[in-house]
């Protein structure tokens, strides 16, 4: 059976050619990173990298590897304007004629790279909107702006999940040839959710109303929802989104009182937004307990939500039990 290939598909998604090269370049330097991902232990690549990002998170080596990897490779594509990663404190400017700014987590979901468990690398891309050189404060559009946003999960197989504004599409990764080729041209998310995903260690540190919608999920049958919700969490967005995309439910990462002046745990620029844009793109929402987060004027790069996403009328019905 012969499949479209990802540079096919871009042609015939009418987007840019400036914006073509993006995307295949980072195609290209996530096959790379899925090759240094396989050799693991061989490599000398697991472990500590003995710094903390600017997140005030350890690093691993291989965040540090995959993110240089993916620096050096934007870097190089004319069409980028600036980058900006959540291993690096600031922005990077590149070329000054680029017509796009790239945001990516290089790693997301790093420490399961030790248990050798899922891991994947997200990435937005933005409009260049200020004059040369470029600024932090170029970086800062609300995610409704991003021209194209996905991810690449390092699983079973490799997979590229991608958006340029008309519906989401999934590619394999074919190891024998190095190409992404088209393997699910209309993902949608499934209305009915059966599921959800949530660290439910963290139960007694989230506000009231999290803590009762949750509670209402896992009375299942014998509670107000009538019905029974099964739980998964893989502590990587990447991996926890991917299930949504393909088949549905709801994923949170609240707020909770151990950080009680940090609004949540993921980032703004390189998780929520490009997740978010996704899963929009799919069908379903992406919301705080106060807004849908694509409307969101970022701050800073580096910014932090609360999250509530997956099938639409679960995510309305989380965050009515905020509002009520
Ligand atoms: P790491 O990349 O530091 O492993 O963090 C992953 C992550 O940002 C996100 O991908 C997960 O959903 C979430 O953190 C897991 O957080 P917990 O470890 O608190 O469950």
Redesign the pocket.
Known sequence: MSRVALPQYLESAAVTPELQTVLLGLATVSADISKALAKGALADILGAAGAENV?G??Q?KL?VIANDMIKDALAALPAVRGLAS?EEAEVVPCHTDGRYLVTF?P???????DINSM??TIFSVLPHAGEAPVTEQDFLQPGRHQQAAGYVLYGPSVMLVLSTGNGVVMFTLDQDTGSYLLTEAEVVIPVEAKEF?I?M??QRHWAAPMQSYIADLISGKDGPRSKDFNMR????????VHRILCRGGL?T?PWDSRKPDQAG???LMY?ANPMGFLVEQAGGEIWTPDGKILDIQPDHIHQRVPVILGAANEVALCVDYHQR
């Open positions: 997140q998170e350890d691993k965040d959540e987590d790693l997301d979901g790093s420490s399961n790279i891991v994947g995903s660290n260690s963290n969490w893989v502590a990587a967005m990447v991996a926890d994923f990462y745990k993921l980032r998780e």
